[in-house]
């Protein structure tokens, strides 16, 4: 799977799972906890879409905080090793 398809699925699941309302100006450099795009109890399916997008697990005892500031971030720590 391309960058960009990655980008773009991790965006799509993101704007659909989103209860906010600035979720239509969703980009790679929003800050999906700090602007509430994403809840912490949405993490964990994200999650869960994420190693679906890798096709392996992702040790969740490894990941930082700051791995979901943006889609940005999450590419670079998710799947620059697997792309």
């Known amino acids: ?3 960009q398809e990655i980008r773009a699925r991790l965006r799509d699941w993101i ?3 989103s209860k906010a309302p600035g979720k239509a ?3 790679d450099d929003t800050k999906i906890l700090e602007e509430g795009i994403l809840s912490s109890l949405d993490i964990v399916e994200f999650v ?3 190693e679906s997008l890798r096709g392996e697990d992702i040790d969740t005892d490894d990941i930082e ?3 979901f500031t943006s889609i940005n971030t999450l590419y670079t720590a998710f799947f620059t090793q697997v792309a």
């Open 1 to 3: 799977m391309q960058e």
């Open 25 to 27: 100006n969703f980009s």
């Open 15 to 17: 704007v659909k799972h």
């Open 48 to 50: 869960l879409f994420i």
């Open 65 to 67: 905080p700051a791995v």
